[in-house]
């Protein structure tokens, strides 16, 4: 094998059609091994090649005899002292952070801590065994692929509709895709995935973690899984448990999926989760990083280095205050938008990222130079605005031009439809764009990513079937997931052949997606969701990779009208401007009408006063949105106007009549949808009945 010295960057390993160089950043280790496998299972390496050039901190070598296909990894020397920071260990088999595609699991065996397990001092005895057979191989890869035309699509965010899903819960039932598709990224780009989201409306899909990941020990030995995906092992790698192959077939095959997605003006959002990664606690595995340089990749303990700050809940927290950290994460968002053509990303924990600059306020800036890196600067960020450290709800305070997933949108809808006291004036802000957390700091509404549920947490269908969950399944006696659901099953918990209830719960499922539809800001919809999925109550699945998790495609009646419902909706809201507002209602004169381009209304017609807002009875109001205006621009530069809409949600238990507002232009007023009595149907002149427990939507076309 012939050795060249290669050079320093880029890290990882690059085939440049001539050879592949191998680079890897580790400041305290004294020796650095790169170890060439013929399979992946292999339980030592075909050839051992040491790294002899080391300039700034990065081992390089380059092998002009080894191409595409070829499987490695490194051993790492240095120091073995915890109590000092470093893990080093040159038994262990360790993954390369910049690995472009990764193959094999982690096979459960005490050979692949770096550390005697069951000794005294077991974090501070090292283990000698190797762990080569039980460690997955890295890949290296060929980046050309034919791309032709595509380009990024660039949806404008208030045109946007989110859809949360899973790779391979999207596809595992859907009796159309076919069976060697189903479960992977070539299935989620078929024929029948793509007419679904386009008939909902779907500008972009936001995929669960397809970084690398594995599944912790505990779960494999439980019979369980990770199967959401938050534990990753490889940040530029895509998982290969979505591919109909290894040894680097994933990345071509996610490569199609993008393409064939963006063929049908559908983006690719990525949920990344670069707050912590797989190796858990001090007690934890040593598999990458930890044993690449512990110190340098990981925030310590620093009055007990042999502990990691863990702001995650997950064991460990990535010390992004460390260049050659936050460096490993921005190389890989710039990889996956100019080499994969991904279109923006959700940020797990995203506080978690700053910490190490929050305490100094610090927190907006973090966040700012992820829009001022060249590459970044046009896609879509998206953050989860908090993490388990303290203070770590951060709401509102993510720099112009990120969205934030509003968990108070969430809470506050669930609470008016389950008919809780107090809510109008909060939901109002809801509806809104979320004004009083995003204006102060001059953002707009579609900074707010409106959701009523997610991946984690009840289903829509479980939502209203279910007031506790049930995990039971998940082996932690019922003690995971959050016990604030703001759920409510009816009077009757889980399943029923009541018509009434299965009635009154189909309704209450309409109410969620009209709202979550018609609400100021960027409505994110979680699969399966519009077909009425159910976990049978759990509301923490990401163990299971079983029908529970997977979307069921088996439709019957309620399904369906639910789905005609739910494309109906959306598609209103598309060809509806003032619900897609660039910027937040005035509550002023605007238009040519002069009347207030925002209007709160009682039931009798009156508009809402200071007592109303403060009256806890209140459980009906209308929101009322002037449609001639012009301040908001299309694609193209010219002015959106449209119809006057009025908005009546009813969260009691009583029906009541809705006198409806007079206006200043001569017009009528139509239906547009009633929750309560689905289709359209031509409204009274003066008012309505508003049916307990639903919502309405009317139009005013003005006569010209």
Partial sequence: MRVWPGKPYPLGAQWD???????????????VELCLFDGPNDAEPALRIPLRERNNLVWHVFLPDVGPGQLYGF????????????????????????????????????????????????????????????????????????????????????????YECHVRGMTMQHPDVPESLRGRY????????????????????????????ISERTLVEAGLSNYWGYNTLGFFAPSERFASDGRGTQVNEFKSMVKALHGSGIEVILDVVYNHSAEGDHLGPTLSLRGIDNASYYRLDPENLRRYIDHTGCGNTLHMGHHRTHQLMMDSLRYWVQEMHVDGFRFDL????????????????????????PVLAEVKLIAEPWDLGPNGYQIGNFPGGWGEWNGRYRDTTRRFWRGDAGQVADCASRLSGSADIFEHRERSPYASINFVTCHDGFTLRDLVSYERKHNEANREDNHDGTDDNWSWNWEIEGPTEAAAIRRIRARTQRNFLATLAFSQGVPMLSHGDELGRTQAGNNNAFCHDGPVSWVDWNSDEESRELLTFARTVFALRQAMPVLRRRSFFSG?????????????????????????????????????????????????????????????????????????????????WHHEVNTARPGRRAAPRKGVNLVAHSLILLTYEGLR
């Fill in 17 to 31: 059609g001539q050879g592949t160089n191998f680079a890897l950043f580790s400041a305290n280790a004294t020796a």
């Fill in 75 to 162: 051993r790492v020397d240095g120091p073995y002292e915890p109590k000092n920071g470093h893990r080093f260990n040159a038994a262990k088999l360790l993954v390369d952070p910049y690995a472009r595609a990764i193959t094999g699991q982690v096979i459960w065996n005490d050979a692949v801590y770096g550390y005697r397990r069951g000794s005294p001092d077991q974090d501070l005895t090292p283990d000698s065994r190797e762990s080569d057979a039980f460690v997955p191989k890295c890949v290296v890869v060929n980046e050309s692929f034919p791309w032709g035309d595509d380009r990024p699509l660039r949806t404008p965010w208030n045109h946007t509709l989110i």
């Fill in 186 to 213: 070539l299935g989620l780009a078929s024929e029948p995935i793509i007419d679904h989201l386009r008939g909902l409306g779907v500008t972009a899909v936001e995929l669960l973690p397809v970084h690398h990941s």
């Fill in 350 to 373: 995203a506080p978690a990222l700053a910490r190490d600059l929050m305490e100094l306020g610090y927190f907006e800036h973090v966040f700012g130079m992820l829009q001022q890196d």
């Fill in 588 to 668: 002023r004169p605007a238009g040519r009408t002069g009347e207030k381009d925002l209007s709160w209304l009682r039931p009798d017609g009156g508009e809402l006063e200071l007592s109303d807002w403060h009256d806890p009875e209140l459980r009906a109001f209308g929101m009322l949105l002037l449609g001639d205006v012009t301040e908001d621009v299309d694609e193209r530069g010219r002015p959106e106007t449209g119809d006057t809409v009025l908005l009546l949600l009813n969260g009691g238990t009583r029906s009541c009549y809705f006198r409806l507002p007079s206006m200043k232009q001569p017009g009528r």
